[in-house]
């Protein structure tokens, strides 16, 4: 079973920048498809972005050109680079795993996620004006 864990949240004026972090140790990247979801204040949870083994990403509309989503196989970390951050976006994010096969990354906006078996605690988002 892999173990996430997410870090780098915190609070961020609107239109501001933020790097979020999650990482492994027992359990290498390479054989997972990887995605970032949120689930804000009342809100349902939603993908926010996923990438596969050779980097291939997908992107919800509403964070497509604000939001990067990257990996370093070699070290277990993935990333989500997010800017031009709105109050919208507050949410607590977290990132999970699913045994990669082709095109998994399209299921972050298409679903279904029940293939997603491993997630993090989350981590907390806020932005504010």
């Known amino acids: 079973q892999i173990h996430l864990w997410e870090s780098g949240g915190g609070s961020v004026q609107t239109g501001g920048t933020l790097r979020l972090t999650c990482r492994t140790t027992?359990?290498?990247?390479?054989?997972?498809?990887l995605g970032w979801f949120r689930q804000g204040p009342g809100k349902r949870r939603e993908g926010v972005a996923a990438i596969d083994p050779a980097g291939a990403t997908n992107y919800a509309g509403s964070v497509q050109g604000r939001f990067t989503i990257s990996q370093d196989k070699a070290v277990g970390v993935m990333y989500l680079d997010m800017k031009d951050l709105k109050s919208e976006n507050t949410a607590t994010y977290l990132c999970?795993?699913?045994?990669?096969?082709?095109?998994?990354?399209?299921?972050?906006?298409?679903?279904?996620?029940?293939?997603?078996?491993?997630w993090g605690q989350g981590t907390w988002v806020t932005v504010s004006s």
């Open positions: 999970a795993a699913l045994p990669s096969w082709p095109q998994c990354q399209a299921l972050i906006t298409s679903g279904p996620w029940d293939g997603f078996g491993a």
């Open positions: 027992n359990y290498s990247f390479r054989h997972y498809c």
